[in-house]
């Protein structure tokens, strides 16, 4: 015998059965693939566009200044210098990086994290008001709609990959499974191709909402919904993403930008702070170098990697240090001393690092780079050289100059630094010291210097 629902129970079931369509109704209104899912009266085409158009201009210049910061590892020049082999025709704007100004390295990348940090809020906004056409159904409509999903899965995706890995980066936690430099370096190119493809494609429109006029008008509004009440005929509508039926107002446009605009604010004026010495550093509170500067003397400005970190100690640094100098047919062994019997050279340089920080211009002397060439054999144009630390670990062990910086009057095999010898977490016994290259080129530790094979 079959099972029969108890006699109490059948008027209800019958009222279910009832409403049943009523209730699926109900639910697939409730999806998110529904428009009127997503109640937020503050979406809509024009808050899209304004946000669109801010990270239009902010990521090409992080674009810019991100390809500048990889070309000024001279990646081409040794492959010590370079950790993406196979960039192949992605590296055909490389070129030989130059030492003017000597500042160079310190504000491009300095831009490159104070604006990709500070572009954070926009980036987030910005996805938050497309979020609706991330579930949009049915998946594909045609071919070129599938390839504009596609293109869409790899901008959000490939921007999340590059500043999650960037802000890390930043904050010196080597979590990635991998290295950070070609990590960043291909999901850069990957978000960028995305990113023009989506820019060239949405451009036209994003142009014709912003020429709407009512700037005012728009900015106080509520809704994203335009004339056309969001019906999908006007500029506002056209997109799908203003709310069928919008919730009560909580905050205005005006309000939901200040919001963005206030979070990119705060986060630029806790960055900005670390390319400076002095009292602007210690407003860096969400830089890794931020806070007071490190102790008192010559040696108090910022570094990244300590002697200890890297496994050099003072057996190493002593009396048996000896610096190896190799030219054609050439080598010599000099100590600290015999350095320091050497011409002395002076050059105010600041270091600059890959994670966005820097100090101001600080008063190096030592021996010139193209001097020790010379002894090393080569009495016109100084070579390249390939520089080598007393380091036992960590990255940029080895690292290659190219000729003109060799040739540089201002680079020196720094002995001293602000008057006083070198501490040991600056280099001590020897550093080199290289107008406008990265922070990892200029090396610490040196013991030795191979002129002419690279």
């Not at 059948?10 to 998110?32: M, S, V, Y």
């Not at 054999?377 to 520089?387: T, W």
């Not at 630094?417 to 290259?437: E, F, K, M, Q, S």
Request: with cysteine; hydrophobic share 45%.
């Amino acid at each position: 015998m079959r099972d029969t629902p108890p006699p109490s129970r059948r008027p209800r079931l019958r009222t279910l059965l009832r409403e049943a369509p009523t209730t699926l109704a109900k639910l697939k209104d409730h999806a998110p693939s529904a428009p009127g899912s997503w109640r937020s009266p503050v979406r809509g085409t024009w808050f899209t566009a304004v946000l669109g158009t801010v990270l239009l201009f902010g990521v090409t210049l992080l674009f810019v200044t991100g390809l500048l910061s990889y070309a000024a590892y001279n990646p081409g020049l040794a492959p010590v210098n370079d950790k993406t082999p196979d960039k192949g025709l992605l590296g055909l704007y490389l070129f030989a990086w130059p030492t003017d100004p000597h500042w160079l390295y310190r504000l491009t990348q300095g831009l490159h994290v104070t604006v990709g940090i500070t572009l954070i809020p926009v980036l987030l906004a910005k996805l938050w008001s497309v979020l609706p056409k991330l579930f949009a159904l049915p998946p594909a409509r045609s071919l070129g709609h599938a390839l504009e999903r596609l293109s869409l899965l790899l901008l959000v995706g490939g921007a999340l990959f590059v500043f999650a890995t960037g802000v890390l980066n930043v904050q010196l936690e080597y979590v990635f499974p991998g290295s950070f430099y070609p990590l960043h370096f291909y999901g850069a190119w990957v978000f960028f191709a995305a990113f023009v493809a989506h820019a060239a494609l949405k451009l036209p429109q994003t142009v014709r909402v912003l020429r709407a006029g009512g700037l005012r008008e728009r900015v106080r509004s509520h809704e994203g919904r335009g004339a056309d009440g969001g019906s999908g005929r006007g500029p506002e509508g056209e997109d799908g993403l203003a709310s069928p039926r919008p919730a009560e107002p909580t905050v205005s446009r005006r309000g939901a930008l200040g919001l963005v605009g206030g979070g990119s604010l705060l986060l630029f004026a806790t960055t900005a702070g670390q390319s400076f010495d002095g009292w602007p550093r210690a407003t860096a509170l969400f830089a890794p170098h931020g806070g007071a500067e490190p102790g008192r003397g010559p040696g108090a400005f910022q570094i990244n990697k300590t002697a200890r970190s890297v496994g050099v100690g003072a057996d190493r640094t002593g009396e048996s240090w000896r610096l190896v100098v190799t030219g054609p047919g050439r080598t010599l062994r000099l100590t600290r001393a015999d350095l320091l019997d050497l011409a002395q050279h002076g050059a105010d340089l600041p270091i600059a690092c890959v994670e966005g920080w820097s100090t101001s211009d600080q008063a190096w002397s030592g021996v010139r780079l193209r001097d020790l060439a010379a002894l090393a054999g080569y009495e016109d144009d100084a070579p390249g050289v390939l520089v080598e630390s007393l380091q036992l670990r960590g990255s940029f062990r080895k690292a290659a100059l190219r000729d003109n910086q060799v040739r540089d009057a201002r680079s020196l095999l720094a002995l001293r630094v602000n008057g006083a010898d070198l501490t040991p977490d600056h280099g001590y016994p020897a550093r080199v010291i290289v107008p406008a290259a990265p922070g990892v080129l200029n090396t610490k530790w040196v013991s030795r210097l191979t002129f002419g094979e690279l």
